[in-house]
């Protein structure tokens, strides 16, 4: 088996590389001056099972570009077994038509990325899954959960600690990491206009649970899966903020933190932000690597 690293996406990449011992594939590239992009891998990969490790952000619609010529070259070269690790999946969050003639961006992706010669596509923490399910086996979402209850057991006093979900589609994740922990749950519901995507508002789905949480517990911490302009978190964190003052840590897979974000974050009474390194930033302290690796081996 051999590694091909998206060269936008090299910290990710060269982790998941180390820890499963696979030999890189070493790769020319570089830009023209129009700004077309040139690749061409330097070792031979005919007959080989070869794992490409995508990046997906920023620049989605250049990195998808980036994609196709990764995963139709290994093709035409005759490369064997093609899995394309994505792990964070763009376009996820256009999974359905939400109004008459919108495209589903979602599957168009997927079905690009198989298109191109992908055998298998692994991804982490998909906005949704339903509407991969078609591809079967060959779409793999793989949870950050064990990543994430890793990092908070490592980081703070679990006895101290009870998780939110931002809405009422992360409960169950939520859930998840919350019973490996064997700590409390709660969550928030939102309401959202379907044509400027604002949210009206945020709720707490149980706020009996909500109000005794926030009295016997010291800190909060906020998993999503996405954060992007901080809209939804602040959002909670505010009403959040209104009622606790324990100390209150804004979690989230993929950290694209645009502009103005963390700034949100901040003002609506976040102590502390962390993401998983699926997109590079600054918060990225817990590593999906780990988890990936897992899955690989499995596959394999
Ligand atoms: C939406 O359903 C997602 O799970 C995230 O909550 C959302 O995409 C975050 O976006 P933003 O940071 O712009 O509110």
């Not at 109004?99 to 997927?110: F, I, K, Q």
């Amino acid at each position: 088996m051999l590694i091909l690293v998206d060269p936008y996406y090299d910290a990710l990449g060269f982790e998941i590389s180390r820890d499963l011992r696979v030999e890189l594939v070493p790769l020319e590239h570089k830009v023209f001056p129009d700004g077309e992009s040139y690749f061409r891998f330097l070792r031979d990969v005919a007959g080989e099972d070869v794992l490409c490790v995508l990046s997906s952000y920023p620049n989605q619609d250049k990195a998808i570009l980036r994609a196709i010529f990764f995963l139709r070259t290994l093709r035409d070269l005759g490369a064997k077994k093609i899995i394309a690790v994505i792990p964070y999946f763009p376009y996820a969050r256009q999974d359905k038509r939400f109004l008459p003639g919108e495209c589903v961006s979602a599957r168009v992706v997927a079905e690009t990325i198989f298109s191109a010669g992908a055998d298998y596509i692994i991804t982490v923490d998909v906005h949704s899954e339903k509407v991969f399910e078609n591809f079967g086996k060959r779409f793999l979402n793989i949870k950050a959960v064990k990543a994430w209850a890793n990092y908070i057991k490592a980081n703070y006093r679990t006895d101290d600690v009870f998780i939110i979900a931002p809405d009422k589609g992360r409960i169950d994740y939520v859930e998840a990491v919350a019973s490996l922990l064997d700590v409390p749950f709660t969550g928030f519901e939102k309401r959202r206009d379907l044509v400027s995507g604002e949210i009206k508002k945020h709720q707490p789905i149980n706020p009996e649970k909500f109000g005794t949480l926030v009295k016997s517990r010291k800190v909060a911490i906020l998993l999503d899966d996405i954060i992007s302009t901080g809209g939804t978190a602040a959002g909670v964190i505010k009403e959040l903020r209104k009622i606790f003052d324990g100390k209150i840590v804004a979690g989230f897979t993929h950290g694209l933190f645009l502009p103005g974000s963390i700034e949100k974050l901040l003002k609506a009474g976040a102590d502390e932000i962390v993401s998983t390194n699926t997109v590079r930033n600054s918060f990225a302290k817990v590593s999906v690597a780990s988890i990936i690796v897992e899955e690989i081996r499995k596959i394999l």
